[in-house]
């Protein structure tokens, strides 16, 4: 890997250090993690263009997999986040803020805790490190998401790309239906599968061991520890801080969902009618996109293929893959996109009949 690409992913810390500068200087400043994410970005992507560098051997994909500097920059995130959210719901509970300030910080919390905060958590969440997973957890609770880490591991990556699976979004189905279905559906599916999951290890179902419970008690847990902060920061335990909590959390989760429905939009596995199974998850059933700097900001998440075929491969490691379906953009343009329906329709529509016409 290029020395470029190994410094590279610290550019996901370019929405902590831009909220941060929010905090500290105010005005317009509060509204510089949107215009990083959905600006600069994407006109850089435009200007820098695709990458396409995998690891050359086996053994290189072995050394970045064992790479503890790689670990190290995901492992700090979750620290700095939490850092961040309790001073941006401190001060937007009450500080002296105008609204235009209040509404810059509040709306570019997500990108902190979901835009990043959640790929961090989904990519802590696939390792076996008790450290790692525990840390996934911490910030899935913040955004009230704890049972993810659930589904998306027993559930999603075994039924990515069929009916069952209530994170595939199907074609023609817009952003707007697909949420209500994916919110619900992924709940559901998690408290079966836990209980599920329980059951086989012999374990109480209504034991502190369910991580459904642990969906409930640690963002409670979030609430009390941001108002003692509060307490100590204004010398009142500032209220307000449990609203301003649960709507970011729930922005936050909205654009994990935003990304799971660009992520396998269309893409179907085939069902063998004789033996009622469906093929096995190939690259072709993901969406990629291999522009440069947004797969740095989003550590290669945007190279969904190669996680599917490979889940407990980790970031740097994941690989392009040639014959998987590519998006005209990467995630912050396509994430704008599918709040658009007829955009999002005439930007993929045209790229999936060619796909499948090729396929």
């Given at each position: 890997?290029?020395?470029?690409k ?13 909220i ?5 200087f105010?005005?317009?400043s ?14 850089a992507?435009?200007l820098i ?9 086996d053994?290189?994909?072995s050394?970045?997999?064992k790479?503890?500097y790689?670990?190290?920059?995901t ?16 001060n ?19 990108l ?18 008790r ?15 704890t049972?993810?880490?659930v589904?998306?591991?027993l559930?999603?990556?075994?039924e ?13 189905e817009s ?34 061991r ?9 963002p ?7 108002l ?22 729930v ?7 935003l ?28 969406w ?5 700097l ?9 190279r ?16 392009h ?7 005209p ?21 045209p ?8 396929a």
């Amino acid at each position: 890997m290029s020395l470029l690409k190994r410094l590279g992913f610290w550019v996901a810390y370019v929405v902590p250090l831009s909220i941060a500068a929010g905090l500290v200087f105010g005005g317009v400043s509060c509204w510089l993690p949107l215009l990083v994410v959905f600006v600069l970005i994407p006109v850089a992507d435009r200007l820098i263009g695709e990458n396409f560098e995998n690891p050359a051997t086996d053994a290189a994909v072995s050394a970045l997999q064992k790479s503890n500097y790689f670990r190290a920059i995901t492992i700090l995130y979750p620290f700095v986040q939490t850092l961040l959210l309790a001073l941006a719901l401190v001060n937007l509970a009450g500080g002296e803020w105008t609204w235009f300030e209040r509404l810059g910080i509040f709306l570019s919390l997500p990108l902190l805790t979901g835009g990043i905060g959640i790929t961090v958590a989904h990519e802590l969440g696939h390792r076996n490190s008790r450290l790692e997973r525990g840390l996934a957890k911490a910030l899935l609770s913040q955004v009230l998401y704890t049972h993810f880490i659930v589904e998306h591991n027993l559930g999603h990556h075994l039924e990515v790309a069929t009916p069952e699976d209530p994170s595939s979004a199907r074609y023609g189905e817009s952003f707007y239906r697909f949420w209500p279905r994916t919110v619900s559906g992924t709940w559901r599916s998690a408290v079966r599968l836990e209980r599920e999951r329980l059951k086989k290890l012999q374990a109480r179902v209504r034991g502190p061991r369910n991580q459904i419970f642990q969906s409930v008690a640690f963002p409670l847990a979030w609430v009390l520890f941001f108002l003692v902060i509060a307490k100590a920061w204004t010398g009142d335990f500032e209220f307000l801080v449990i609203p301003y909590f649960l709507a970011q959390a729930v922005l936050a989760f909205t654009l994990l969902e935003l990304v799971n429905y660009i992520e396998h939009y269309g893409l179907a596995r085939k069902k063998d009618a004789s033996t009622g199974r469906y093929e096995r998850v190939a690259p072709e059933h993901s969406w990629n996109s291999s522009y440069f700097l947004s797969n740095l900001l989003l550590f290669q998440l945007q190279r969904h293929s190669d996680h599917h075929v490979y889940p407990a491969r980790r970031y740097p490691a994941l690989r392009h893959h040639e014959r998987a379906p590519q998006l005209p953009a990467g995630y912050p343009t396509m994430v704008l996109a599918a709040l658009a329906p007829p955009v999002w329709r005439r930007l993929v529509h045209p790229r999936l009949a060619a796909f499948r016409d090729g396929a």
